[in-house]
Each structure stands twice: as C-alpha cells, then as structure tokens.
C-alpha cells in the first residue's frame, strides 16, 4: 500500500468524509451524503475555530480516514488543557490495517504539541470492538458518558 | 434564600470557584486552591474563546456553584453542533437544594440559544449519585467515557 498523510481537511475533503461517516451502523440513520449543504456551512465555521482540528487521512489520493480534534481550556485539575476527540471514521477497506492507530497516535502527539494533559472521547456502548481498541491505546474506561438531545 | 443568580464567571470569582473544585472527594487530590497561578492562566484563555462559558451560580454574594460549557461545531449528524458540559460543583452548603438542576438546565437553555443539537457530558464512573441526577434531567447513558493522561 502507498504511503499514508494526515493532514487537515479541505473543503473538497467534505464528500469523502461524509461518506466515511454515512457508512457506518449508527452513522447510516443519522447523514445525509447526498445533501452536502450542512456539512459545508459547519466546515466553514470549523475551518474559523483555531481550536477545532478536522483531519484527514489519505492513502494515495483516497481519503480513507477522519476524525476531529478539539482542544478545550478548563480550570479543574490545576487549569487543564484536555482534548476530545470526535468523528472517528476509517474507511471500510481500510479496517484492520492499523489506519485507526494511526490517526489516535497523530491526536496523541498533536494533544501533546498543544500542551493537552488529558484526552477523552466517549464511544456510544454498543460499539464493544472500540472499546477493546482504545484500551489496547493506554485509555480508561472510566467514566459514563452522557447524552441529552436537543 | 435569597434569589439566584447564574451569569459568567469573572477574575475575582476565581478564588470561590477552585476551593469548590477542591471540595470534592476526586478533586481534592487535583486542586491547589493555595496557588491561583495556573488558574489565571487559564481563566485568561477561557475569557477570550467565544465558545466557552464558564458560569458561576451566586446566592447574595456568595458564589455557591459553577460549570463550563463549551460549544464544539463539527461535520458529524449532518453538521451538528454539540456542548459539552465539564467542572460542575456545588458548594457544600447548596447540596441537596436544587441548584445543580438549575445550572444544568441553564446550560440547557443556553446549549439551545446557541443553536446545538445535542448536550453531553461524562462523569466519573464512581459518581454514582451525579448519574441518577443526570438520568432524572433526561440525560441517557448511552456512551463509554475514556480518558487519557498525556
């Protein structure tokens, strides 16, 4: 396979990453790949938000995976910086061959470079196979994550 | 009691809002309420990123509870915008009152005015007590929440 970049996203990257976020068992109900519209507005206020990291990864000239970082100030534990991690998506062909890894080690390093001392994600509880995959990673399972639809 | 108010935190309620951060059984081994430094720092940061809002709830003058709620934009969910709510505490004296639904459905009100879509939030596993109040809120537990130390 050729060599893999994760580099941020563009704007021509919004079909691909749709895509990625369309097929997937949750993701399916909740896109729409067809209607583009929202996701451009929202990458437009991303692509403003010195805070906000979309990436891609690509393999080639294909997109093959994504995920969003976002680095948020607080005051508890000594005025922590923590990241969150949201969005992740590998492309089909690509599951299984590290590609995953990859990208949590680049959220890794970049929560570092930006002076994060936590990184947290929540993974909806019926996705058991990420669970067991960002344990192998070094994350804790420790705490309940909670959701309330507006 | 005399009437509450919920309105964003400023400098000088720095000092109220770490020894609340402090006063807390997981917290008390993070916090250094004798050292303000680090949380100055912070609070600078904070002030100047339109997505966060770091509210204090005051009775009188006494400053009695606070939250951060930061508004994370992304492409996910036909380009939803979520917050996330982090740093709940109530002062000691104010447990057991009600206040930290009204922070709670403060930050609500406030995740609507800003247009998100959905509101979430992780709490520690050992919380037991924070999960039922969140589940009477309408919070569902839906997801795993992992963390990190960097």
């Known amino acids: 396979m ?5 580099r941020p996203a563009t704007v021509d990257d919004l079909p691909h990453i749709v ?3 369309a ?11 067809d209607d583009l519209t929202p996701y451009t507005a929202a990458y437009e206020r ?12 690509v393999r080639g ?7 969003q970082l976002t680095i948020i100030p607080g005051l508890s534990r000594r005025g922590s910086t923590r990241s969150i991690i949201e969005g992740v998506r590998i492309h089909a062909e690509e599951r299984g ?21 936590l990184l947290q994600l929540t993974s909806d ?4 196979d990420a ?20």
């Open 2 to 6: 050729s060599d893999l970049e994760i």
């Open 19 to 21: 895509a990625m976020l």
């Open 23 to 33: 097929d997937d068992p949750l993701g399916a109900q909740r896109e729409s790949p």
């Open 46 to 57: 991303l692509a403003q938000d010195p805070n906000q990291h979309v990436v891609v990864a």
């Open 61 to 67: 000239t294909a997109v093959v995976g994504t995920l």
């Open 97 to 117: 061959s590290g590609l995953g890894t990859r990208l949590i080690e680049w959220a890794i390093e970049e929560s570092r470079r930006q002076n994060c001392q």
């Open 125 to 128: 509880a019926t996705r058991t």
């Open 131 to 150: 669970h067991r995959f960002y344990e192998r990673l070094g994350f804790e399972a420790s705490h309940v994550g909670f959701k309330l639809s507006l």
